[in-house]
């Protein structure tokens, strides 16, 4: 589990601080009062995050950031000093922000800064600048984020290094680079990445309002004007994280059923009329398979809701388990699921069904000390019918004989 270090001399608000920290995070939280505390807690563990007090009894001069530092340990600065000129000196040096303690809503600033540096770990960054000076000075700050960072000198590597690592989420940008140019760039991002799969941000001490307006109509998400406040630069960089996170929320749940987390029949249909279409052109085999649990009332009647979902669920698992990592899973109905089975022949088909069957047969799912089983019945249309609805209507029809016939089976066409 990953720890935080609060350094604090004032054991009312480092307790107050440690409190709301627990409630709020999945980490364990270790108080110091000195820097002579805290030093005997860097030799013991390792910290995700330091949060200073920059006046301790034995360090009344901020020795304590210099230390943290040293050990390479990221730290935020807290502090009710509001001179202006240690605010900057301070800021100078590698720390993540400078907080000053003066209300509850700072704490709570703290706990959405340091959630926000967690997942900026799933996060990948590339830097692109012609100036091997800025570029280290970019990758540190950009690190010191808990981002995962890539840097090159112009546009073409960066083109290169997008299709080496397609899950980038943003591009650092400067406009003047030889052999390609941040707006060239810009403009040759967006021919493959929208807006809502990754973030540009133009770097840049051109002053010109013309050049300012040509990124952000080409695709620029937003401009920074060289020299920039590394509290700026933060704030920019987090918030664009966020927004794609926001968008990536939005379309999961447009796209996800709610309960199992497998595709819905909206996003089903959109995609797979698409796959239908070039698979039919190239000769593929493919298949479509309607699921359903039997006697799924009688569980539902007999256990009640939550075990009944809790054997949805439990379906789903091992549909998205034993299929191809292209194949689509979708719930159609309340116990229905729908799988196409891509570029896979009749047989292959088949022999990964029979196992889904047979997987879910010879096991249950636990509701307080009750095991439940259950069976299912599948239909599977893999002839090329004229249209994909057709061929849905086809894997319906031999489910609906499936369950007339006995249940706990097969049947294809």
């Given amino acids: 589990m990953h720890r935080i270090l609060i350094v604090e001399d004032n054991k009312t608000l480092a307790k107050l601080i440690a409190k709301k920290l627990t409630s709020r995070l999945d980490f364990e939280i270790d108080v110091a009062f000195s820097m002579q505390e805290a030093k005997l807690f860097t030799k013991k563990y390792e910290y995700f995050i330091a949060l200073l007090d920059l006046n301790l009894p034995d360090a009344p001069n901020g020795e304590i950031v210099d230390y943290m530092l040293s050990k390479n340990i990221r730290s935020i600065v807290l502090t009710g000093n509001v001179d202006k000129e240690l605010r900057k000196t301070i800021l100078q040096k590698e720390v993540i922000d400078y907080i000053k303690k003066d209300g509850v ?39 010191n984020l808990f981002f995962n960072v890539y840097s090159v000198a112009h546009g073409e590597e960066a083109l290169g290094m997008l299709q080496t690592h397609p899950d980038i989420k943003i591009v650092l940008t400067d406009y ?18 929208s807006k809502n799969e990754l973030s540009i941000i133009a770097l840049s001490s051109n002053q010109d309002d013309e050049i300012t307006a040509l990124f952000l109509k080409n695709g620029a998400n937003d401009y920074i004007y060289k020299p920039f406040s590394k509290e700026e630069f933060s704030c920019r960089l987090n ?29 089903f249909y959109q995609h797979a009329t698409e796959y239908f279409d ?42 998205t388990t034993n299929v191809d990592i292209n194949d689509i899973v979708a719930k159609f109905g309340n116990e229905e699921f729908c799988v196409l089975f891509k570029d896979t022949s009749t047989h292959e088909i088949m022999e990964k069904l029979q196992s889904i069957r047979h997987k879910v ?9 009750t095991e439940i089983s259950f ?21 319906d029809m031999l489910l609906y004989n499936a369950k007339n016939s006995g249940t706990n089976q097969i049947l294809a066409n």
């Fill in 361 to 369: 047969e010879n096991s249950y799912v636990k509701e307080n000390d």
């Fill in 105 to 143: 809503e700072n704490i709570d600033y703290i706990i959405a800064t340091i959630m926000r540096l967690f997942k900026n770990q799933n996060h990948k960054v590339l830097i692109v600048d012609d100036s091997m000076v800025f570029r280290n000075q970019m990758q540190k700050m950009v690190k």
């Fill in 239 to 267: 918030n664009t994280i966020e927004a794609l996170e926001n968008i990536d929320m939005i379309t999961h749940n447009a796209t996800r059923d709610f309960l199992t987390g497998v595709y819905n029949r909206r996003y």
């Fill in 176 to 193: 003047n680079m030889p052999v390609m140019d941040g707006l060239s760039l810009t403009k040759e991002i967006r021919k493959t990445h």
């Fill in 278 to 319: 070039t698979a039919k052109e190239n000769a593929q085999s493919f298949g479509i398979a309607i699921i359903d649990i039997d006697d799924f009332k009688k569980i539902n009647d007999k256990f009640g809701h939550e075990a009944a979902d809790k054997v949805i669920v439990h379906l789903s698992r091992v549909l």
């Fill in 375 to 395: 069976t299912l019945s599948i239909g599977v249309c893999t002839s090329s019918e004229d249209t994909l609805q057709e061929m849905v209507n086809t894997a």
